[in-house]
């Protein structure tokens, strides 16, 4: 199976600040990488597929990058309706598998 | 509009059998793999299982393998989960999204709202 690993787990930042979350194939996805935000009691909702693509109705401010091993999402301009959980998910092989989330928080 | 709706959660005692549904509207399914993927509470997303397009390929996590069963029924654009011998670590929320476009492996783009399902005597 393919191991993912995000990094940070946890995250603190202001309205306004830029940040990075990071993940990590254990082995070359390629650019099978999406990645989801998810609120409290709320379904995932996908933001970012192949790597960098936007999914219909995502702010420019989400940016993907990356391929084979390494990825980043880049969130630009936190505002309030921002701070989420984030996770990245690698589909390239079965079983598809998520990393273990970064909690965005407001710092 | 896209929509998944998914039923059937509840709670059931550990070793007993409860059957998920996942019904679509907006969207054919006869078009997409359908997957489960679940969420223990305070924990991060687990996938379940996937099945394609025309029902002729499934695949499941390890951890329920042999216990679950993904189906479908493209004629009710409907998705099932059948989970026997459940157990208290299968407690969670299951969520049902849709993925590949027939063969060509996509991202999960669209999901339900989710079914809690509590294993617990």
């Keep these: ?107 | 509009q896209v929509q998944l709706v998914e039923s059937g959660g509840g709670v059931v005692q550990p070793g007993r059998s409860l059957r998920l549904s996942c019904a679509a509207s907006g969207i054919s399914l006869s078009d997409y793999g359908m997957h489960w993927v679940r969420q223990a509470p305070g924990k991060g997303l687990e996938w379940v299982a996937v099945i394609w397009y025309d029902g002729s390929k499934k695949f499941y996590a390890d951890s329920v393998k042999g216990r679950f069963t993904i189906s479908r029924d493209n004629s009710k654009n409907t998705l099932y989960l059948q989970m026997n011998s459940l157990r208290a670590e299968d407690t969670a929320v299951y969520y049902c999204a849709r993925g590949e476009y027939y063969e060509t492996r996509q991202d999960l783009d669209y999901w339900g709202q989710g079914t809690l399902v509590t294993v617990s005597s």
């Excluded at chain 1, 254990?26 to 995932?44: M, R, T, V």
């Excluded at chain 1, 936007?54 to 980043?72: A, H, L």
Aim: overall charge neutral; charged content about 15%.
């Design chain 1, 1 to 107: 199976d393919i191991q993912m690993t995000q990094s940070p787990s946890s995250l603190s930042a202001s309205v306004g600040d830029r940040v990075t979350i990071t993940c990590r194939a254990s082995q070359d996805i390629s650019n099978s990488l999406a990645w989801f935000q998810q609120k409290p009691g709320k379904a995932p909702k996908s933001l970012i597929y192949a790597a960098s693509s936007f999914q219909s109705g995502v702010p420019s401010k989400f940016s993907g990058s990356g391929s084979g091993t390494d990825f980043t999402l880049t969130i630009s301009s936190l505002q309030p309706e921002d701070f989420a959980t984030y996770y990245c998910q690698q589909y390239n092989s079965y079983p598809y598998t998520f990393g273990q989330g970064t909690k965005l928080e407001i710092k």
